[in-house]
């Protein structure tokens, strides 16, 4: 079966980085576009930004020019790089494969189960 494995979250302070990573398998990664959603507490799930299959790249505004999303065909991996980080950016973060690049969730059949990210000021 489609397994989504997210890792690279923790705790950190505000204006450091980290670089999550999604280890993907049961599925021909190179078929698929990979999202990178978050949700906050009491907070709907957002969308971070996405890969396409060439490695096109889409991000929300609230990220843009602070994250980096990027894939590796060869080890099934998709990662997100988190640059500045801000207290705003705490949440659980999960990696989603599917068809096509997309802003909406649902466009999105496989999740992975998430990482914890705490930006502390």
């Known amino acids: 079966q489609v397994q989504l494995v997210e890792s690279g979250g923790g705790l950190v302070q505000a204006g450091d980085s980290l670089r999550l990573s999604c280890a993907a398998s049961?599925?021909?990664?190179?078929?698929?576009?990979m999202g990178w959603f978050r949700q906050a507490p009491g907070k709907e799930r957002e969308f971070v930004g996405a890969?396409?299959?060439?490695?096109?790249?889409i991000y929300a505004d609230s990220v843009k020019g602070r994250f980096t999303i990027s894939r590796d065909n060869a080890k099934n991996t998709v990662y997100l790089q988190m640059n500045s980080l801000k207290p705003e950016d705490t949440a659980v973060y999960y990696c989603?494969?599917?068809?096509?690049?997309?802003?909406?969730?649902?466009?999105?059949?496989?999740w992975g189960q998430g990482t914890q990210v705490t930006v502390s000021s």
């Open positions: 890969v396409s299959l060439r490695g096109f790249t």
């Open positions: 049961g599925l021909t990664f190179s078929s698929y576009a």
């Open positions: 989603a494969a599917g068809s096509g690049l997309a802003y909406i969730s649902s466009v999105y059949p496989y």
